[in-house]
């Protein structure tokens, strides 16, 4: 298995990369990250060997630098790469524009004139747009797209993209839908790591409006795992949404990283609501557990110790990026244009 993937610095590419290397002893992969503020090199720069992985600076919106680099030849490509926090989205949304869109076609217009067999497009359940609390449904892989957000808008036009592609190119494309992913190598200004950090500080956790916002949880492990089996099992020209069963409002996630770190309820802070929040967010997962035979391991009571308990642990690592450290060194990345 010899995989292109984008975005492999961040938070979901990293595991994926992590996941790759360890289940596919024969497996190679190259990976571009254009280093913005949540990309960070050291997630995977134990893994780096110029073999098995390597990492080159790239951006993959710049389709020469990307054919050059697909001209190598290649199974699949696997784009994680996307700007996706909602706050920064609602500031400006160009950065979302420019990655998740334009990065997007150009990937695909490349993937074609150099006929990679599969392109897998990692996109999210924010696309469907929000249910109702009293709603008992999920959202399914027909489910109209209503994105809320600038940052849901630039991934349902990526899918859109994609999926065109495969009708009117037979480019074979594969979409995946997840629910929100929690585990090690998370940005801290996500809602999960932010709220453990905080409470390791013994600082507030800040709680948007009543804190009734539901999202289904689910270990980034877990999405790794299903991710393999759709690069071997998905059938192009299909979306499969892939979730963790594990509904929660985030007051109650608080809560339990407060349990988990002996810290008082006290440290729970209401602040502003931020504008469109999306109330609830639920996939059904029957597919890929029908059709590929993948279920979630990893039961969230369980998975949050342990990425509570990786955070303890690796406190090097997430004070480098709140003090912004990770952002002076980043000579390990190779520039793509140097290295390609």
């Known amino acids: 298995m010899k995989l292109f993937v984008t975005g492999g610095c961040g938070f979901i590419g990293s595991n994926f990369i992590r996941h790759i290397l360890a289940a596919e002893p024969g497996a190679t992969i190259c990976n571009v990250d254009l280093l913005t503020y949540a990309g960070n ?14 990492t080159l600076r790239a951006n993959v919106a710049d389709e020469p630098l990307m054919m050059d680099l697909l001209s190598e030849g290649f199974d699949a490509i696997v784009n994680f790469a996307a700007e996706s926090h909602v ?6 949304a160009q950065d979302f524009i420019r990655t998740n869109v334009v990065g997007t076609q150009t990937l695909l217009e490349t993937a074609r004139r150099c006929h990679v067999p599969l392109f897998l497009q990692i996109s999210t359940d924010e696309v469907y747009g929000a249910l109702a609390l009293d709603d008992p449904s999920r959202f399914t892989e027909s489910s109209a797209l209503a994105p809320t957000s600038p940052y849901a808008a630039s991934k349902a036009s990526a899918d859109l993209l994609a999926l065109a592609a495969f009708r009117t190119h037979r480019l074979p494309v594969v979409v995946t839908r997840c629910s929100n992913n929690y585990g090690p190598f998370q940005f801290p200004e996500k809602f999960l790591p932010q709220m453990i950090l905080n409470a390791l500080e013994g600082k507030t956790l800040p709680i948007y409006g009543d804190g009734l916002y539901v999202r289904d949880w689910i270990h980034v ?20 949404n892939v979730g963790g069963d594990s509904e929660r409002p985030n007051i109650d996630v608080a809560r339990d990283v407060l349990r988990l770190t002996g810290r008082s309820h006290a440290l729970l802070q209401r602040v502003t609501d931020r504008p469109g929040h999306d109330r609830r967010y639920a996939v059904d997962a029957s ?7 993948w279920e979630p391991r990893l039961r969230f009571q369980e998975g949050l110790a342990s990425t509570v308990e990786w955070y303890r642990r690796n406190e090097g690592w997430w004070k480098r990026i709140v003090s912004g450290d ?4 980043r000579r390990a990345a190779r520039s793509a244009e140097g290295a390609s």
């Open 41 to 54: 090199m050291e997630n995977v720069s134990d893994l780096e060997d110029g073999r098995r992985l390597r």
């Open 221 to 240: 492990e877990d999405h790794c795992r299903a991710l393999e089996l759709v690069l071997r099992k998905g059938k192009p020209g299909e979306i499969y």
């Open 326 to 329: 990770y952002l002076v060194d």
């Open 87 to 92: 706050d920064r989205s609602i500031e400006s």
């Open 287 to 293: 597919k890929m557990k029908a059709e590929l035979g």
